[in-house]
């Protein structure tokens, strides 16, 4: 009984400590169930997708101000190091103000996995998969899958050289086919599985987990540019851990659709 | 939903190996000689100094063993490639190439890689001075914001490169992340007065060579090897002008030279001198009295000279067109007292006509690309000096001052000042023979020059504008009149 007893206590608290102070319908884009064949995943086969609606915008500052104001445990000075950095919300003035410079419309970042899976989680939504996160931004404005053109992935690329742009504010780069903003251009997002993808970082070594990837992309003209925006985002996440916070490395949250609800 | 729960379930965090040392626990038979390198013990520990190019640590050879620490930052960061031309660099220690590290056989290097939370990416990095997996790359991938920690006992003496190895590797070395590491042999390196650290990278920007404004990074170029910009240490004019080396007549002068691609294999010269010795590869190998020296992407060499005579001597990779045309030229300033028996000074040091002994008249087709027009006289005397320095440089340097009995000199010109037209047209077409130029006879060649009507206007109002000149404004019209009527 007892621990039955303070599980359901836990449970309690847990969801009382959660309010949910936005309606969120408005602020989400319905996603189509699809298939596409990844890039580079646990294997090279096709993925499914079912339906989902994801946030338009990333998370920002504002909307985690207040999470943290709601949530005490999420406070900077609160939070336990095991599931936060010392980098956790390092620019942040105090536990509950940004720092002159900091924007209220700017993503936020420097979270860690466990406090944006917490967020969306009071929000009653989750973080999106890598499945589902990679199905969506291969989108470009016009195309559902815009990954052979060329402008695509000229655009992610220039990203990685353009300095600080987690200081930029939401939905200023493009809308995409599914009226979802920011998924390349602006800070890099976590993922539910984010570590599923194994990857040292060492991409030589790398090589021998994928001999199709790698080498066979040394021959391959077309898809080697498509390859490279992609790569150094799986290097990314192969660099994290769950209780790291970076500098430009932001969230949004998903949340199922049920499956007899028909898409427009 | 309970999330306590979760915690517990995808806490899987990477496993990042440790890099093992095997050789240490491969050998544990019999008494070892001392000459074994593994075998050497190490004495306390220090912090290593490390310094941004061209400058080099001091001498480091002749002191014992020690633990010996790295701070190494990652900064991705802007900064200039050419005047008036821009580019975001990936770099260890702020600068391009990385900062050197300087080491000796059998030091036990503790390496602190630290990667700046403002930078985009993850690094890491691979030394060529490690035995071990992935020369430490597999055990120095960092986020952004964090910072990884990994030692080696260096075991091999010699001048190595390091660099990133990240994903996508091309990449990551092409924006700028390379350095040298030496290991230095017990005892150290002979005695030299000067020591300088040099080394050659190609990149690959959207727009061509002399494109201004922020450049991006161009992946098809890189992968198809087409070079816009081959320098040294980072940028066009790293060691020109007050950028150059020095030393003193008399002096030993040692280059650590390495080469960090991405492509490019470096045919490294110096014009006017001969290299006494060379650490072929960076190695233990030693050739004397050589003119060339390869060192290949990935590679090194070190090398040493006497200066017996005074004057600049040039830095080239004699691979010639990457060094008139893309950047890959550096000075070496050697002040002191003529040695006639060595060099009389009558004759001319160094001239070079890659292009053959005639002129040459390129086709002036359609094909000109049009650079953003000034407006005002400022703004074409700023675009005159980038056209300047990327073309003119080279013979009528940095001061317009030219080079004795070779090249005539740009300031305070009477044969310039003279004739605006006569100006125009060399430039067009370009000029060979006998001409006097402020009572000194030249008989040279230069070339005609493949310049828009644009940027020869701007240049030489850049010229009339400097050094003495009478300020002649050069407007674009004036050279498309000349080009007009001298039209064959």
């Known amino acids: 009984m007892k621990p039955i007893l303070s599980l359901s206590l836990v449970l309690f608290i847990g969801f009382y400590l959660c309010t949910n102070a936005y309606g969120q319908t408005q602020t989400m884009a319905l996603i189509e169930a699809g298939s596409y064949t990844p890039i580079y995943g646990r294997d090279a086969t096709i993925v499914k997708v079912k339906n989902f609606s994801m946030d338009i915008y990333p998370v920002t500052n504002q909307q985690y101000l207040q999470f943290v104001k709601e949530n005490t445990k999420w406070r900077k000075s609160k939070v336990k190091k095991l599931f936060a950095d010392g980098n956790y919300l390092t620019n942040w003035k105090n536990d509950t103000t940004l720092n002159s410079k900091m924007q209220m419309q700017s993503p936020v970042t420097n979270v860690s996995w466990f406090a944006a899976n917490a967020y969306c989680q009071c929000q009653g939504k989750r973080l999106p998969t890598i499945d589902e996160w990679e199905y969506v931004a291969m989108a470009n404005q016009k195309m559902a899958d815009a990954r052979r053109l060329k402008s695509y992935n000229q655009y992610i690329l220039n990203w990685y050289e353009a300095p600080k742009t987690y200081a930029n504010l939401i939905g200023q780069t493009f809308k995409n086919y599914w009226g979802v903003y920011d998924l390349h251009g602006l800070v890099w997002e976590w993922n539910a599985d984010f570590n599923s993808v194994l990857m040292s970082g060492e991409s030589r070594k790398d090589s021998s987990n994928d001999p199709n990837l790698f080498c066979g992309s040394g021959s391959l003209g077309a898809t080697d540019l498509m390859n490279y925006a992609a790569f150094m985002r799986y290097a990314f996440r192969g660099s994290i851990k769950a209780n790291y916070s970076v500098q430009n490395l932001g969230f949004r949250c998903v949340k199922d659709v049920p499956s007899k609800q028909r898409v427009l | ?488």
């Open chain 2, 1 to 488: 939903m309970n999330f306590l729960c979760k915690y517990n379930k995808i806490v899987t965090p990477i496993a990042i190996s440790v890099a093992l040392l095997f050789f240490v626990s491969g050998c544990k038979s019999t008494e070892q000689q001392e000459s074994d390198p593994t075998k050497i013990t190490i004495e306390g520990e220090m912090t290593a100094e490390l310094t941004a190019p061209p400058l080099v640590p001091k001498p480091i050879g002749d002191r014992k063993a020690t633990k010996l620490i790295v701070n190494m930052e990652i900064l991705e960061k802007e900064g200039e490639m050419a005047e008036g031309v821009r580019y975001v660099f990936w770099t260890f220690g702020g600068t391009v190439p990385g900062s050197f590290i300087r080491t000796r056989v059998g030091d036990e290097v503790e390496f602190h890689l630290k990667n700046h939370p403002d930078n985009k990416l993850p690094h890491n990095i691979d030394l060529h001075a490690v035995t071990g997996q992935g020369g430490g790359a597999s055990s120095s991938f960092v986020a952004p914001g964090h910072e990884v920690t990994f030692s080696f006992k260096v075991i091999n003496p010699g001048l190595y490169v390091y660099h990133c190895a990240t994903a996508p590797v091309g990449m990551h070395i092409a924006n700028g992340m390379y350095g040298l590491i030496l290991v230095e042999p017990e005892g150290g390196l002979p005695k030299v007065d000067k020591e300088y650290y040099i080394m050659q990278g190609d990149f690959y920007t959207k727009g061509k060579n002399g494109a201004p404004g922020l450049q991006a990074f161009d992946m098809q170029k890189g992968v198809d090897e087409h070079a816009e910009y081959v320098v040294f240490n980072g940028k066009v004019d790293a060691l020109t002008g007050d950028n150059a080396i020095t030393a003193k007549v008399g002096e030993t002068v040692r280059l650590f030279v390495g080469n960090g691609g991405p492509n490019l294999v470096s045919s490294f010269h110096v014009i006017g001198e001969i290299f006494d010795n060379v650490h072929v590869e960076g190695g233990d190998m030693v050739n004397k009295n050589v003119q060339t020296t390869l060192i290949p992407a990935g590679g090194s060499a070190i090398v040493d000279f006497k200066v017996e005579v005074p004057g600049t001597f040039i830095i080239v990779d004699h691979s010639i067109f990457r060094t008139f045309n893309k950047g890959s030229l550096g000075m070496l300033k050697v002040t002191g007292d003529e040695n006639k028996t060595i060099y009389s000074g009558k004759q001319i040091e160094g001239i070079y006509h890659p292009e053959g002994g005639t002129i040459q008249s390129m086709p002036n087709d359609d094909k000109v690309v049009a650079s953003p027009k000034p407006v005002s006289l400022k703004e074409r005397i700023a675009a005159g000096k980038t056209v300047y320095s990327k073309t003119c440089f080279a013979c009528h340097q940095a001061a317009g001052e030219g080079v004795p009995n070779a090249f005539p000199p740009l300031a305070k010109s009477d044969y310039l000042n003279e004739n605006v037209d006569r100006a125009i047209d060399i430039v067009l077409h370009g000029k060979s023979g006998e001409v006097t130029v402020n009572g000194k006879k030249y008989n040279s060649v230069m070339t005609a020059q493949t310049l828009s009507d644009d940027e020869i206007a701007n240049v030489l109002t850049y010229v009339y504008s400097n050094w003495g000149n009478n300020n002649k404004e050069v407007t674009p019209a004036m050279v498309a009149k000349v080009r007009n009527k001298q039209a064959h």
